[in-house]
């Protein structure tokens, strides 16, 4: 089993910028991809962002220019840099991981609790 424990969320006006962060624990070493998810109120859980233990990044078109994805392998702890935050950014961002790079994509393998992203406008 791997825990994924998320944090870095909160409330911030729009052209501001927060930092997520998500550490995974547990039988951790199995761990290819991780990735952020999020979720925003009436819509469904899209894909933000992924990167594999060999830095390779995938980047929501919504995102890029304005988020950057990055990893420690050694503790297994992803970061989402988001810059530039615009309302639209508001929701649930979860963490994700798994040993397939396409299962991160299509939202399966271990979750976190999520940290709520607010963008006031």
């Known amino acids: 089993q791997v825990q994924l424990v998320e944090s870095g969320g909160g409330l911030v006006q729009a052209g501001g910028s927060l930092r997520l962060s998500c550490a995974a624990s547990?039988?951790?070493?199995?761990?290819?991809?991780m990735g952020w998810h999020r979720q925003a109120p009436g819509k469904q859980r899209e894909l933000v962002a992924i990167?594999?233990?060999?830095?390779?990044?995938v980047y929501a078109d919504s995102v890029k220019g304005r988020f950057t994805i990055s990893r420690v392998n050694a503790n297994n702890t992803v970061y989402l840099q988001m810059n530039s935050l615009k309302p639209e950014d508001t929701g649930v961002y979860y963490c994700?991981?798994?040993?397939?790079?396409?299962?991160?994509?299509?939202?399966?393998?271990?979750w976190g609790q999520g940290t709520q992203v607010t963008v006031s406008s």
């Open positions: 547990g039988s951790s070493s199995s761990i290819d991809a």
């Open positions: 994700n991981a798994d040993s397939l790079v396409l299962n991160v994509v299509g939202g399966r393998g271990y």
């Open positions: 990167i594999t233990t060999g830095g390779r990044t």
